[in-house]
């Protein structure tokens, strides 16, 4: 099993820019697929983006050019790097780690887009 704990949250003006890290922990972390969803408020979690064990990524339409994920298997860590934030970027963001039918989850972080 793998424990995710997510970091890098927190407030910030439009158009500006966060870093999120996940670092995991309990099991092989390079096995796993990745990604980054969110939730906002009323809404259903939606991903964000992912990172396949080998590196291919895919991205929600909407983060596509502004929101880059990468992994670091040697530090058992996935980022998600948004740039241009946007209001509507205003989400709990989370991370998920997948092989097969296994899905784990962690805490989440709080990212909201204000002036």
């Known amino acids: 099993q793998v424990q995710l704990v997510e970091s890098g949250g927190g407030l910030v003006q439009p158009g500006g820019s966060l870093r999120l890290s996940c670092a995991a922990s309990?099991?092989?972390?390079?096995?796993?697929?990745m990604g980054w969803y969110r939730q906002a408020p009323g809404k259903q979690r939606e991903l964000v983006a992912a990172?396949?064990?080998?590196?291919?990524?895919n991205y929600a339409d909407s983060m596509k050019g502004r929101f880059t994920i990468s992994r670091d298997n040697a530090k058992n860590t996935v980022y998600l790097q948004m740039n241009s934030l946007k209001p509507e970027d205003t989400a709990v963001y989370y991370c998920n780690a997948r092989r097969g039918a296994y899905d784990a989850w962690g805490q989440g972080t709080q990212v909201t887009v204000s002036s």
């Open positions: 309990g099991s092989i972390f390079s096995i796993y697929a």
């Open positions: 990172i396949t064990s080998g590196g291919d990524t």
